[in-house]
């Protein structure tokens, strides 16, 4: 054995992986993955492994083996590393305030609606396992959008966990999911969707997490302007989060769009009931920001329009937390 394999045991048994991700099955999806992806479909398996790793807040079951072992252990080395240094925040943590953040807004407008069929389009839709633990979504249709490379490989992964003996309890809670290749680049990703069922005129929410900084500024305005378009007839929530300027200069080659005032931008695209947050806000911390030092609650005693700390220099980046109506009068409650 060499010493390099000697270390990933050692990481493993810490990590404590679970065995259907060594299977010979999974391992080759993964190969895949690893090999064949790029860097914006990694950025799907990047997110799993965040929210495998804060399991004490996110309860994922499927999040280890649609993130895989690379994914896994590059993520865990810096938690280790940040909790060693007693660094202010834990990597993930972002990712974590995330994901309840649009958990908790998902049940509640999914409660605003009231009885009925819904429909909820997850947009980008990665190795996102809500339609798997979200209880909230046994009335609606989950709608999941990505290229097909990932829907296929997850789809893949995901037989091989209900086929696992270990792992057979775990079944899709929503109503139904149907997957939706796509890339949203093109024009013509909303007719797909209607094609694979979704109706415009039903309830729906759109889950935008993760996606629109990947996106060239033109394709993540076509993309908000056709939900706008699509969805005034009807019931409807969009749930997105939007980097700022100084966040997307953070790798120019992986982000393109940003926007510092998305509370500006939606109603002139037709939403309304506009609101924002910011990591931090009491509806976007779920306990997770205990160090009284933390970078967000220090941005968020700056105004929004400074994009340098004037304390330290630092870049001020940001990540908002924005929903909005698509329906003229509807207010989420
Ligand atoms: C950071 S991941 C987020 C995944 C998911 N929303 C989540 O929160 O788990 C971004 C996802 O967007 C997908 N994506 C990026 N650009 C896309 C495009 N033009 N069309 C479809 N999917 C895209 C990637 O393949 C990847 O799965």
Same mark, same amino acid.
């Given at each position: 054995m060499s010493m390099d394999e000697g270390k990933r045991m050692e990481d493993d048994l810490e990590l404590k992986l679970p065995e259907l991700l060594m299977s010979e099955a999974v391992q080759s999806l993964h190969a895949i993955v690893d090999h064949q992806w790029d860097s914006l479909q990694h950025s799907a398996c990047q997110t799993a492994a965040g929210r495998a790793l804060w399991n004490h807040v996110i309860h994922d079951p499927v999040a280890e083996i649609l993130a895989g072992k690379s994914f896994l252990r590059s993520l865990y080395e810096k938690m280790k590393m940040d909790k060693l240094n007693n660094a202010h925040e834990v990597s993930g943590v972002i990712l974590a305030v995330r994901t309840l953040w649009f958990d908790s807004k998902l049940e509640a407008a999914i409660d605003s609606f009231g009885d009925g069929e819904s429909q909820v389009v997850l947009l980008g839709a990665g190795m996102d396992a809500r339609a798997y633990r979200l209880s909230c979504l046994k009335e609606s249709s989950v709608y999941?959008?990505?290229f097909a490379e990932v829907l296929q490989i997850k789809a893949a992964l995901l037989h091989e966990v209900t086929q696992s003996p270990k792992h057979r309890h775990i079944e899709i809670k929503a109503k +139904?999911?149907?997957?939706?290749? +796509?890339?949203? &680049? *093109? !024009?013509d990703w909303i007719e797909k969707l209607k094609r694979s069922g979704f109706v415009p005129e039903r309830k729906t929410i759109w889950v935008l997490e993760g996606i629109l900084y990947y996106l060239h500024h033109l394709h993540a305005m076509q993309v908000l302007q056709s939900i706008a378009a699509n969805c005034s007839v /009807? #019931? /409807?929530? %969009? %749930? +997105?989060?939007?980097m700022n300027k100084s966040s997307a200069a953070l790798s120019t080659s992986t982000f393109?769009?940003?926007? *510092?005032?998305?509370?500006?931008?939606?109603? /002139? %695209? !037709?939403? &309304?009931?506009?609101? %924002? &947050? #910011?990591? !931090? *806000?009491? *509806?976007a911390r779920f306990g997770l920001l205990p160090d009284p030092q933390n970078l967000f609650d220090k941005l968020r005693s700056l105004p929004r329009s400074i994009q340098t700390n004037p304390e330290d220099g630092t870049p001020c980046r940001r990540l908002y937390l924005v929903e909005a109506s698509g329906f003229p009068n509807q207010t989420i409650s």
């Open positions: 999941e959008v990505d +139904a999911l149907v997957r939706v290749p +796509a890339d949203i &680049s *093109d !024009g /009807t #019931q /409807t929530v %969009l %749930l +997105a989060d939007f393109h769009f940003y926007n *510092d005032w998305p509370d500006h931008l939606l109603p /002139t %695209l !037709g939403f &309304s009931s506009v609101k %924002l &947050s #910011q990591i !931090g *806000d009491p *509806d």
